[in-house]
T-cell receptor, first 113, second 109 residues
Framework: EAQVTQNPRYLITVTGKKLTVTCSQNMNHEYMSWYRQDPGLGLRQIYYSMNVEVTDKGDVPEGYKVSRKEKRNFPLILESPSPNQTSLYFC????????????FGPGTRLTVT | QQQVKQSPQSLIVQKGGISIINCAYENTAFDYFPWYQQFPGKGPALLIAIRPDVSEKKEGRFTISFNKSAKQFSLHIMDSQPGDSATYFCAGAQDKFYFGSGTKLNVKP
């Protein structure tokens, strides 16, 4: 089954404790992306990757890091989480940069206290 | 500055009615305008999308109308059904994606 998986699905952590949210896709997609979803703000792109070792900032990259060492994986790293990073996070992948259907993962709900 | 503005924030429609959601964009470099549907607890899923060289695209009960000169586009859901109750997001994209703030649609039986 074609899918994007994220782990963990739920995470509660404390300010400053480094965390990683994993994302994996099995569709051999070139393009992967991370979004955060907040009430009234819709989805905002954090980072995206056009291929292995190629990443670029989205609209709200501050406080986040990403890496793309393998085509199927695109982890999101919060090196020092803060309460304003409490949000619902989605990973997505697609064949094309910008212009193709994005397949979204199920989401990771992060709470930073 | 919000690149894509979406309205209304919420919408209540009777079963069988027409649901209309509007979006306006700023960036004329956008070359892809998708609409996503999201059910509670799920990730967004592509519903329908349009390129700026087309003024209308229809897929089943869903239609996108696109007005390039006005920098506006809209989603029309004909014969709305209770199963259409979800949150809808428009977006504009070139390499990066910019989403609207979402419209929560409630179709009453």
């Amino acid at each position: 089954e074609a899918q994007v998986t994220q782990n963990p699905r739920y995470l509660i952590t404390v300010t400053g404790k480094k965390l990683t949210v994993t994302c994996s896709q099995n569709m051999n997609h070139e393009y992967m992306s991370w979004y955060r979803q907040d009430p009234g703000l819709g989805l905002r792109q954090i980072y995206y990757s056009m291929n292995v070792e190629v990443t670029d900032k989205g609209d709200v990259p501050e406080g986040y890091k990403v890496s793309r060492k393998e085509k199927r994986n695109f982890p999101l790293i919060l090196e020092s989480p803060s309460p304003n990073q409490t949000s619902l996070y989605f990973c997505a992948s697609s064949w094309m940069l910008g212009g193709g259907e994005q397949y979204f993962g199920p989401g990771t709900r992060l709470t930073v206290t | 500055q919000q690149q894509v503005k979406q309205s209304p924030q919420s919408l209540i429609v009777q079963k069988g009615g027409i649901s209309i959601i509007n979006c306006a964009y700023e960036n004329t470099a956008f070359d892809y305008f998708p609409w996503y549907q999201q059910f509670p607890g799920k990730g967004p899923a592509l519903l329908i999308a349009i390129r700026p060289d087309v003024s209308e695209k229809k897929e089943g009960r869903f239609t996108i109308s696109f007005n390039k000169s006005a920098k506006q586009f809209s989603l029309h859901i004909m014969d709305s059904q209770p199963g259409d109750s979800a949150t809808y997001f428009c977006a504009g994209a070139q390499d990066k994606f910019y989403f609207g703030s979402g419209t929560k649609l409630n179709v009453k039986p």
